[in-house]
């Protein structure tokens, strides 16, 4: 029999008498911790420095770091909502150079002729304001402008209009493409939650627009290093930010490529009407990116990007594999029902790349398909290899199991041909006793419901000796991945009579 190896206890040690030496190969069962990230853009009131990863200590930091109604305050008090305990980073981001601010407008055309309440919302946030008979359009302008003004949480500035007294123009805090998206509604909540326009009062209102340039992302992203983020909530829709996006995580030389085996994933969200979706989801081809297709709703695509994040973060964090269909959303309002997708809408949608959600009776809002953007190969032809979030967020659960396995019980041993006789305690290891490890380690996480067909994938692996490097293992792992239950298709097959039975 050969001798026992020790890590540490040299063979030439004479000096008496008990010596242990600790080897910890055969006891990890560490787990990685799933960072998220929220990308988003600071104010210059906010003592965040631009590019550079943070760690979020809660709201009130974050309203610190981004400035009070700042898009990376905003994404992370939706996010936090939905996520209360993983651990959150954020990587902020400044105005673009050349960037523009989007801009809107309300202007009151007729005074009030009894006493009211203006609900405004703006970016789904609510603006009440008590309006009476005795005001002017011009006071009721000057009291919006007013009322804004003690909220300081909404993404936008407001002022009367230097031309127009009755006017308000409002103006997004954070210059860029995003603020063409914060929405400007009045009675979002509508009768049944005592909200309607005062009589008399008209009011015209002005969308969100001219907002330009987004920030550039790329020098950003690379500061991130080789920490690992698994959830990205992500800020920007533009083909700009998103290739940014698709370089950092690319299977071949970003995130997901052999060099950095980091992981992870991006979620977004995009307005739209369904011709406009279709169009722009065709544009997309990411594995690594998800993006929710909306339309409607008074809540900014952004925060619904951190809302979608966190929502993904809680589930994949418990089980990776589990479907994420109906997982609520917390920060997302219901888009009017004239303005949600049919059931044929959204299937079109999950054909062209974006991602799906349904709307409960109480208005809460909850995932119904999350995929990714992946629709074509490298040859353009149709391919739905990537197409599920859970197929990635297994794939990182069982890439990473795999990992922890050879680095834990391989990272120092000898490697020996097949046939080669090596006795237990020693550190030599065959192509074989890995495959045997291999095999064990497939049953566990298929027991654990990650992958599936043990037999047929016992049959399939292969472990080998590199031929022209000795000193290299080769391994073919033909992984099942466990699939998950989304369709459910039944047949009623009825009859109003009884058959008879013979007695």
Same mark, same amino acid.
Request: with cysteine.
């Given at each position: 029999?050969?001798?026992?190896?020790?890590? %540490?206890?040299?063979?030439?040690?004479?000096?008496?008498?008990?010596?242990?030496?600790?080897?910890?190969?055969?006891?990890?069962?560490?787990?990685?911790?799933?960072?998220? @990230?929220?990308?988003?853009?600071?104010?210059?009131?906010?003592?965040?420095?631009?590019?550079?990863?943070?760690? *979020?200590?809660?709201?009130?930091?974050? =309203?610190?770091?981004?400035?009070?109604?700042?898009?990376?305050?905003?994404?992370?008090?939706?996010?936090?909502?939905?996520?209360?305990?993983?651990?959150?980073?954020?990587?902020?981001?400044?105005?673009?150079?050349?960037?523009?601010?989007?801009?809107?407008?309300?202007?009151?055309?007729?005074?009030?002729?009894?006493?009211?309440?203006?609900?405004?919302?703006?970016?789904?946030?609510?603006?009440?304001?008590?309006?009476?008979?005795?005001?002017?359009?011009?006071?009721?302008?000057?009291? @919006?402008?007013?009322?804004?003004?003690?909220?300081?949480?909404?993404?936008?500035?407001?002022?009367?209009?230097?031309?127009?007294?009755? =006017?308000?123009?409002?103006?997004?805090?954070? =210059?860029?493409?995003?603020?063409?998206?914060?929405?400007?509604?009045?009675? #979002?909540?509508?009768?049944?939650?005592?909200?309607?326009?005062?009589?008399?009062?008209?009011?015209?209102?002005?969308?969100?627009?001219?907002?330009?340039?987004?920030?550039?992302?790329?020098?950003?992203?690379?500061? @991130?290093?080789?920490?690992?983020?698994?959830?990205?909530?992500?800020?920007?829709?533009?083909?700009?930010?998103?290739?940014?996006? =698709?370089?950092?995580?690319?299977?071949?030389?970003?995130?997901?490529?052999?060099?950095?085996?980091?992981?992870?994933?991006? #979620?977004?969200?995009?307005?739209?009407?369904?011709?406009?979706?279709?169009?722009?989801?065709?544009?997309?081809?990411?594995?690594?990116?998800?993006?929710?297709?909306?339309?409607?709703?008074?809540?900014?695509?952004?925060?619904?990007?951190?809302?979608?994040?966190?929502?993904?973060?809680?589930?994949?964090?418990?089980?990776?594999?589990?479907?994420?269909?109906?997982?609520?959303?917390?920060?997302?309002?219901?888009?009017?029902?004239?303005?949600?997708?049919?059931?044929?809408?959204?299937?079109?949608?999950?054909?062209?790349?974006?991602?799906?959600?349904?709307?409960?009776?109480?208005?809460? *809002?909850?995932?119904?398909?999350?995929?990714?953007?992946?629709?074509?190969?490298?040859?353009?032809?149709?391919?739905?290899?990537?197409?599920?979030?859970?197929?990635? %967020?297994?794939?990182?659960?069982?890439?990473?199991?795999?990992?922890?396995?050879?680095?834990?019980?391989?990272?120092?041993?000898?490697?020996?041909?097949?046939?080669?006789?090596?006795?237990?305690?020693?550190?030599?290891?065959?192509?074989?006793?890995?495959?045997?490890?291999?095999?064990?380690?497939?049953?566990?996480?298929?027991?654990?419901?990650?992958?599936?067909?043990?037999?047929?994938?016992?049959?399939?692996?292969?472990?080998?000796?590199?031929?022209?490097?000795?000193?290299?293992?080769?391994?073919? #792992?033909?992984?099942?991945?466990?699939?998950?239950?989304?369709?459910?298709?039944?047949?009623?097959?009825?009859? %109003?009579?009884?058959?008879?039975?013979?007695?």
């Amino acid at each position: 029999m050969g001798d026992i190896s020790f890590p %540490n206890i040299p063979q030439n040690l004479r000096v008496p008498l008990f010596y242990a030496d600790i080897d910890p190969s055969n006891a990890n069962t560490g787990q990685q911790t799933q960072r998220a @990230l929220i990308v988003g853009q600071i104010l210059s009131s906010g003592t965040g420095t631009p590019g550079v990863p943070q760690i *979020c200590q809660g709201v009130s930091d974050a =309203k610190a770091v981004g400035g009070r109604g700042s898009m990376l305050a905003l994404m992370t008090e939706a996010y936090r909502a939905r996520d209360s305990f993983g651990e959150v980073w954020y990587l902020p981001l400044a105005d673009g150079a050349s960037s523009v601010a989007a801009s809107g407008s309300l202007n009151f055309t007729s005074a009030p002729t009894a006493m009211g309440v203006l609900s405004l919302y703006i970016a789904g946030q609510l603006v009440s304001l008590v309006v009476t008979p005795a005001m002017t359009a011009a006071q009721i302008a000057t009291a @919006l402008v007013a009322q804004i003004g003690t909220l300081p949480d909404l993404p936008v500035t407001a002022a009367v209009d230097a031309t127009t007294t009755t =006017k308000v123009d409002i103006t997004a805090k954070n =210059k860029g493409l995003a603020g063409n998206d914060i929405d400007l509604q009045l009675n #979002y909540g509508g009768t049944q939650a005592g909200e309607s326009t005062p009589t008399g009062l008209a009011v015209t209102i002005t969308a969100m627009a001219g907002g330009l340039v987004a920030p550039d992302v790329a020098d950003a992203l690379a500061n @991130l290093g080789d920490q690992t983020f698994d959830f990205i909530a992500f800020a920007y829709t533009d083909s700009a930010s998103l290739d940014a996006m =698709k370089s950092f995580l690319s299977t071949s030389t970003g995130r997901w490529s052999w060099s950095q085996q980091l992981y992870g994933g991006a #979620y977004t969200a995009y307005r739209g009407t369904l011709g406009a979706l279709t169009t722009f989801g065709v544009t997309r081809n990411d594995e690594h990116m998800s993006i929710l297709g909306f339309n409607g709703s008074p809540t900014p695509s952004w925060v619904i990007a951190a809302d979608i994040t966190a929502a993904v973060a809680v589930s994949a964090r418990a089980d990776p594999a589990q479907p994420l269909q109906t997982v609520t959303l917390a920060t997302m309002q219901a888009p009017p029902l004239a303005m949600r997708f049919a059931l044929t809408d959204r299937n079109t949608l999950l054909y062209d790349g974006i991602s799906t959600f349904s709307v409960a009776d109480d208005g809460t *809002c909850a995932l119904e398909n999350l995929i990714t953007t992946y629709q074509k190969n490298s040859f353009g032809d149709a391919d739905d290899s990537y197409l599920e979030v859970e197929t990635m %967020n297994t794939l990182t659960y069982v890439l990473r199991q795999l990992k922890s396995v050879v680095t834990t019980k391989y990272a120092r041993k000898k490697l020996a041909a097949n046939g080669t006789r090596v006795v237990p305690g020693t550190n030599v290891v065959t192509p074989a006793m890995i495959r045997a490890d291999l095999v064990a380690q497939y049953q566990t996480m298929e027991e654990n419901g990650y992958v599936q067909g043990s037999a047929v994938f016992a049959q399939g692996l292969i472990v080998q000796q590199n031929s022209q490097n000795p000193n290299r293992v080769d391994v073919l #792992y033909p992984a099942i991945l466990i699939d998950q239950l989304r369709i459910f298709a039944l047949l009623m097959q009825f009859s %109003n009579i009884v058959p008879t039975t013979s007695s």
